[in-house]
């Protein structure tokens, strides 16, 4: 019976992508390469291929968001046909919504309303749905249970002080073996990767969200400030000096080989762990992201994922929101989700049997993920890129030892106001 309603579901997904098969056209697709993206792209695009009778041929991307874009924009100012679909961050609608085909009245409003309303929100441009929510994400700690246990830890973290206090003791006592062992592990690179977790960072600690939802300034401010001062106490103490230099692969390689108690990073990383060739395979825990201590702390995962858009540019239009429709359909992402722990955007998925037994925490923590904190894309609009390398720009000085907390805000404030000029 579940593999005929799996037929079903599969057979209806298809028939509301559309029927683009009778020129047997090639569709090329823009897809990520990190943890087991590539793989489920590719094998999404075959089982569409197959049963439309079209082809797929897969454009491998830059692991980087910021290498992805740079490029994505020199393709897309090119007008170029290369691409027909592409693989869009959730904060890149506002930049690049021009090069896009508007999705409203293209793909049923029936099927627009079973996507999360705010994922919806955030591919909508003025009147123009620019892409369909794909995958979300929200960032996460990882932990290691069998750890936690050994030195007498009952249950994760929950603010950051206890997360530097369990990490030190841990540490401390696996090192006396194992000197490769840190206690916790980040993305530190500067680049889209720290934006996001630092904005965590300071969220968490009541320090505002950078850019209001009004477009004012906020980061100069006391909370923010101690946010990134305390992050820079675990470079060289809980985490290693090349933390700085990690992007999620680095720190999931560390973690997934045995060698951290505690990292953050993305859902797509629990299938991973639990893979044959892992070796803390059966010992990891998920949680939310600590939260400081100051008042109007609170727990904060930067909100993550990606979308999927058809180029105004591609000479396949109709056979590319075919592709787009199913892939992003709910027989895709259930495969996605059960395979590779990526997050449905169809609030269905959630409750969904198979789905919440190859990811537990799917239930636990939904509310992180329908909840996360948005980079402020919306109200700094075109200038969006620019915001966030300053941002990362200044963190990055801040863990490298360069600045500290309370100049780097004050100086970013200003960097921000001459970026914002007469305005966003």
Request: glycine share 12%; charged share 15%.
């Amino acid at each position: 019976m579940k593999k005929a309603l799996t037929l079903l579901t599969l057979t209806a997904s298809l028939v509301a992508a559309g029927n683009a098969h009778a020129a047997g056209v090639t569709v090329t697709i823009a897809c990520g390469a990190v943890g087991q993206e590539l793989e489920l792209c590719k094998a999404g695009g075959e089982r569409w291929a197959k049963a439309t009778g079209n082809t797929v041929k897969v454009f491998e991307s830059p692991n980087l968001t910021n290498d992805r874009l740079g490029l994505y924009q020199q393709q897309l100012a090119a007008k170029s046909s290369d691409i027909d679909v592409y693989q869009l961050d959730v904060v890149w609608p506002g930049q690049l919504a021009q090069h896009f085909v508007d999705l409203n009245g293209k793909v049923p409003a029936a099927t627009i309303k079973t996507y999360f309303p705010g994922m919806v929100a955030a591919d909508t441009v003025g009147n123009k749905l620019v892409a369909l929510p794909w995958f979300t994400d929200g960032g996460l700690l990882y932990y290691r249970t069998d750890m936690l246990k050994k030195y007498g830890f009952t249950k994760a973290p929950t603010t950051w002080a206890e997360l530097s206090t369990m990490a030190t003791k841990i540490q401390a006592g696996e090192q006396a073996k194992n000197k490769q062992f840190v206690g916790y592990v980040f993305q530190g690179k500067d680049y889209e990767g720290l934006t996001c977790d630092a904005l965590e960072w300071v969220v968490s600690n009541g320090g505002g969200t950078i850019v209001d939802s009004s477009g004012k300034i906020t980061i100069n401010n006391p909370n923010a400030a101690k946010a990134l001062d305390t992050a820079a106490t675990w470079i060289k103490t809980i985490s290693p000096s090349g933390v700085t230099t990690y992007g999620e692969e680095e720190a999931r390689g560390i973690f997934q080989a045995g060698n951290a108690a505690f990292m953050r990073n993305w859902p797509y990383a629990w299938a991973l762990g639990q893979g044959a060739d892992s070796k803390v395979k059966g010992n990891i825990g998920v949680a939310p992201l600590p939260k400081g201590n100051a008042a109007g702390a609170k727990n904060a995962a930067a909100l993550g994922g990606w979308q999927l858009g058809v180029s105004m540019y591609s000479k396949n239009q109709e056979a590319a929101l075919s592709l787009v429709t199913y892939l992003a359909g709910p027989a895709e992402q259930k495969i996605r989700a059960v395979t590779g722990g990526y997050n449905p955007t169809l609030p269905a998925l959630y409750k969904d049997a198979d789905v919440l037994k190859a990811n537990p925490f799917f239930g636990s923590l939904y509310s992180v993920f329908t909840g996360a904190a948005a980079r402020p894309s919306g109200p700094t609009g075109v200038k969006y890129n620019q915001v966030s390398q300053a941002f990362s720009g200044a963190v990055h000085d801040v863990l490298t030892g360069k600045s500290d907390g309370t100049k780097a805000v004050a100086g970013l404030a200003t960097t921000l106001a001459k970026i914002k000029g007469t305005g966003w």
